[in-house]
């Protein structure tokens, strides 16, 4: 859930960023929707964060534990918490009808409109900013199956699991007003963006006041409405649903190979369900495991064993820490320059202002352009 944060602080970044390049660009209308979109999933990551993480201190609090292999089956005995949890879940995934969908879908028509404008750099950045926006919404997708299937689905996995009790009343209405608000800022997103584009044009930032049709088909790519997925939904689900209610309920053992009945610790674990997404990223991520036998006779015979894995950290490895290394050695050399007198230090800071002026002046010109 923490690190969930940089992914969505990067979208809004980016509606913000896509917002400004359009304004520049000739699209003002457009860069009004993306940034007023920009500010709704400001909220909207506010509401269904608070809400995942209330739902994640109900788990603690029910087990003491925040690792999802020592969970599982949490759904029956804390059920409130786990209908709570699965539509923050659905809302951080940007599925419709929730509100993480409306905030996401106007950042990403936005940057595929933005292969209409004026400037050759947004032209050619668009498609770019649209793919990756899409595969992080597909990982973060993926990250919250996990956490919904392994943490409250399926068997418990641990003695505390199995005896877990759902939280008290007072977060269990917490967690429900949370996921209500969710509800409704998706089903009322036209009018909700159309209210925070307000903000911008009261600022004098450059960007129109919209209209709720404009967020329903004003960005000439797509038009997409929360309360037609809404009903769409509805009429599917209850169909479903129905057809449910007519078939009879059989009630069968689950075949364990012959083993007798399944054990929690037989279903699918939080590292075998991300097995397959760090396979395809195992160049950039650079897993390291390793395992050795505890009991039996390796290699063939071994009835135990134990494994560790870690993430090898290449970034603060190859980015952050060369960085530091770099600033730490630009300060040494800059010291014996600031430190004798007040002046010279003054001097010194008067001119980096003015060298960042000129850097910004130069980077808005190339945006225009």
Known sequence: LAFCSVENVGIILLGVGVAICARNSGLPGLGALVMAGALLHVINHAVFKGLLFLCAG??????????LEQLGGLMRPMPSTGRAFLIGALAISA?????????????????????????GLLRAAAPLLAAGLALAGALAAACFVKAFAVGFLALPRSRAAE???????????????????????????????????HVPAALGLGFPVIEPSWVLGGLGVASVSPLALAA????????????????PARSQMTWACGQGSVEGRAAYSASAFANPIRRIFSNLYRFERATEPVEGVPPYFVKRSRTRGALAPLFERYLYEPSLRFLHWCAAKLEPWVSPTVNRGLALFAVGLLLAGVLARVLQSVVRD
Do not use: K
Not at 58 to 67: K, P
Not at 95 to 106: I, R
């Open 58 to 67: 109900s788990v603690h609090l029910a087990t003491h534990s925040r690792d």
């Open 95 to 119: 599925l419709p009808p929730l509100n993480g969908f409306a905030s996401e879908w106007l950042i990403l028509q936005g940057c595929v409109g933005a292969a209409h404008a004026h400037g």
């Open 163 to 197: 005896n877990a009790t759902e939280a008290p009343r007072s977060l269990r209405l917490a967690q429900n007003l949370l996921a209500l608000t969710c509800v409704i800022l998706g089903l009322g997103a036209p009018w909700a963006v159309a209210a925070l584009s």
């Open 232 to 247: 769409g939904g509805l009429v599917v689900g209850g169909g479903v649903y129905l057809s449910l209610r007519r078939t």
